[in-house]
């Protein structure tokens, strides 16, 4: 599938330059979605546009034109499939710890985490059951 062959590209290279240029106003910006994630009762369609919000705010913090269009197509191929959105513990510790190491401005930290979070989340998408072709892309 062309998302697990990009996304494993662009996230965890977007979470090194954002830890490289930590700029201090986009933190908020970068634990914002990671929040509503963990805030309660949020439904399936709330938790994935947390999700995607959450991967465009570590490229937007890279400040890298060319990943943040790379970005946003694959942004949109994503939201075709309807990917889950994980929100097991693991994934949400994950996600804290991108944002973790890109404040502590450690750009391999915040790499390798990145990849763990991706790493999780095909595993998890691997366990789902197929689903139905609806011939619709």
Known sequence: DAAREVRPRIDPSAARLAA?????????????????????????????????????AVVDAAHNALLSYVNAVTRVALDATSAPSDATPAAMALRRGVVDAIRRADPVGSERAMHNLLDLWWAHLEQRPARRETGVP
Do not use: I, N, S, Y
């Open 20 to 56: 490289e240029g930590r700029p201090a106003d986009e933190l908020a910006q970068l634990a914002a979605p990671c929040r509503r994630r963990e805030g309660a009762a949020a439904g399936p369609a709330a938790l994935a546009v947390a999700e995607t919000d959450f991967h465009t």
